[in-house]
């Protein structure tokens, strides 16, 4: 920090230190573009928290971490603040729905281990699973041991397909929902209109008996 501020202090308040990373990062772009959400260490950045990127929700713990005492641990506000993500809507519905693929995407699957090479449509819990297999099979080269939870994808075809560098467990549902397309012209009706209503709404709103059945197994909230 006092590299950082030209300043020479033996004492940082949480607010302050929280301030001043916060000005480090968005200054120096230490963000994927793409994904704001992940920060990319700099080097001293890296040096300082031991972590080669992670998620800003994980920024209070990495700084809590780092202090010598507990003395500002218990201001709830600087924590709220950095966990104030917004939610995104995704696909909450029946596992057993199938999908069309983005092509990329769809490349990318067809490496894993046992997975069909001719096969176009499949399952939600399909392309889970699948997915699932390739980031363990990567582990080695996309993940730093240091958080585990994060994706290090740059130079992987995975970030070509999510159109990332970096991305958090926490965003996996949300980036998979762009890579899904619809079947029909009805699944493509209820996957948009399940991102605006409830599940009582649909109830009173008069539609055809076949889109309503759709949205049920889309899984409106």
Not at 124 to 133: D, G, P
Not at 145 to 161: F, M, Q, S, W
């Amino acid at each position: 920090l006092d590299h950082k501020t030209a300043e020479n202090k033996s004492h940082y308040s949480l607010k302050q230190i929280l301030t001043i990373l916060k000005n480090i990062i968005k200054n120096e772009v230490l963000f994927d573009v793409r994904n704001p959400s992940v920060v990319i260490c700099s080097p001293d950045l890296e040096e300082a928290l031991n972590m080669r990127a992670f998620h800003v929700t994980e920024l209070w713990e990495l700084v809590a971490s780092q202090l010598n005492n507990s003395e500002d641990l218990s201001m709830p506000e600087f924590r709220k603040d950095y966990n104030n993500t917004k939610p995104v809507k995704r696909f909450y519905g029946n596992p057993s729905m199938k999908f069309g693929l983005q092509p990329s995407f769809l490349s990318l699957l067809r490496t894993v281990e046992g997975a069909d090479p001719a096969q176009t449509v499949y399952s939600y819990k399909h392309i889970l699973q699948l997915l699932s297999q390739y980031i363990c099979s990567r582990k080695a080269t996309i993940m730093d041991p240091r958080n585990i939870k994060l994706a290090l994808v740059e130079n992987d075809p995975l970030g070509v397909a999510f159109k990332v560098s970096a991305f958090h467990r926490c965003q996996v549902r949300h980036l998979l929902d762009q890579q899904l397309i619809c079947l029909s012209l009805t699944q493509l009706t209820a996957w948009n209109i399940v991102r605006c209503i409830s599940s009582k709404e649909i109830q009173i709103i008069n539609m055809p008996r076949e889109v309503r059945e759709m949205l049920v197994l889309m899984g409106a909230a």
